[in-house]
C-alpha cells in the first residue's frame, strides 16, 4: 500500500515536466500537431476502406465460383458452360516452382558474396548498383528479353521461358534479403568459428547460414510471392493454353494470372467467374505466404 502511495506521486511528478513544456508550446504548433494527426488518420481510414472495398468485392465475386470442378477440370472453350481452372492452377505450381527452384541457389550464394566476401569492393558495389536496377525494373521488359533470347530462339512459348522469366524477377528479391540477413549476424560468431581454426567457406555454412537461416527463408517466401501473380512475363513467354500442357513444357502452358487477365476481358460470363475465382485464389495464396514469411522472420528475431 505504502509502495504504491509513493510510486503515484513519482510518476505523476515525471508526467508534470511533459504537461508544463507541451503548455509552453505556442497555440499554431498545437494546432499544426493536431491537423497532422488528424491528417494521418484520416489518411490510414481511406486506405484502410479502399483496400477493405476491394478485398469484400474480391471474396464475394470470387466465392460463388467456387466449387469442386474449379480444381478438377480444365478451363472451358468459349462460350461453354461449366470447367474449371486446374491446368492453369497446375500451371502456375510448376513455373513458380521452377523459377524459385532458379532463383533461390543463384540468389543466396549471390547475397553470401555481396555480405562475406565481396563486403566494399569494388565488384560488390557493382553487383549491388545491377540488382536495385533489376529490383526496380518493370517485369514486362524482362518478358521481352526472355521472349527475344528463349522463345524465338525455341521456335515458340514454353514453360521453360516462363520459369526462367519468373526466375530473374525472383532473384533480386532473394539477393537483397540474403545480404541485409547476413549483415545482422554479430561479428563474434564469425570470430569464434575462425578461433577455432575453421575456414571461411565452414564458417558460413554451419554459422552463419544457420545464424540467419529464418531471415533467409523469410526472403524467398517473399520472392516466392512476389512472382506467383506476375502476368507481363508470361504473356510473352508461356502465354497460355485452354488445355492440359505437354509434359516437356513446350508450347502454351497455362497459368493463373494470363488466364484471369484473359477471362476477364471476355464477354463470356462464365469465363469472367472463373476469372474472380481465380483472382481469390491468387490473393489467398500470396496472403499465406506472407504470413509465413512473417512467421518466419519473428522466429528468428526470438532465437
Not at 519468373?166 to 549476424?185: F, G, K, Q, S, Y
Request: proline share 5%.
Amino acid at each position: 500500500m505504502d509502495a504504491r502511495t509513493n510510486l503515484a506521486p513519482a510518476a505523476h511528478g515525471a508526467a508534470a515536466p511533459a504537461a508544463l513544456a507541451w503548455g509552453r508550446v505556442r497555440a499554431s504548433r498545437r494546432n499544426a500537431d493536431r491537423a497532422l494527426k488528424l491528417l494521418c488518420a484520416l489518411s490510414t481510414l481511406l486506405g484502410a476502406v479502399v483496400l477493405g472495398s476491394i478485398l469484400i468485392m474480391l471474396i464475394v465475386e470470387g466465392l460463388r465460383g467456387f466449387s469442386l470442378a474449379l480444381f478438377t477440370e480444365p478451363t472451358p472453350g468459349p462460350g461453354s458452360e461449366g470447367g474449371g481452372i486446374a491446368n492453369a492452377i497446375l500451371g502456375s505450381l510448376v513455373m513458380t516452382a521452377l523459377g524459385i527452384a532458379v532463383a533461390t541457389p543463384v540468389g543466396v550464394m549471390a547475397g553470401t558474396y555481396l555480405a562475406e566476401y565481396g563486403k566494399t569492393s569494388k565488384l560488390a558495389d557493382l553487383i549491388r548498383f545491377l540488382n536495385d536496377i533489376l529490383l526496380s525494373a518493370p517485369s514486362i521488359l524482362i518478358g521481352l528479353f526472355v521472349y527475344t533470347v528463349m522463345v524465338r530462339t525455341m521456335g515458340g512459348y514454353s514453360g521453360w521461358a516462363g520459369g526462367v522469366a519468373l526466375a530473374i524477377i525472383a532473384t533480386p528479391v532473394i539477393v537483397r534479403t540474403t545480404e541485409d540477413m547476413l549483415r545482422l549476424v554479430p561479428g563474434p560468431l564469425r570470430e569464434a568459428g575462425a578461433a577455432l581454426g575453421a575456414p571461411p567457406s565452414l564458417v558460413i555454412r554451419h554459422v552463419t547460414w544457420r545464424a540467419a537461416q529464418a531471415g533467409i527463408v523469410t526472403g524467398i517466401l517473399l520472392a516466392l510471392a512476389r512472382i506467383a501473380g506476375e502476368t507481363a512475363p508470361l504473356l510473352f513467354t508461356a502465354l497460355n493454353n485452354n488445355s492440359w500442357f505437354s509434359p516437356n513444357l513446350m508450347g502454351g502452358v497455362a497459368n493463373l494470372p494470363v488466364m484471369i487477365y484473359q477471362f476477364a476481358l471476355s464477354p463470356y460470363e462464365n469465363w469472367r467467374q472463373l476469372a474472380w475465382a481465380g483472382a481469390l485464389l491468387i490473393t489467398v495464396t500470396i496472403l499465406a505466404l506472407s504470413i509465413t514469411a512473417r512467421v518466419f522472420l519473428r522466429g528468428g528475431k526470438a532465437r
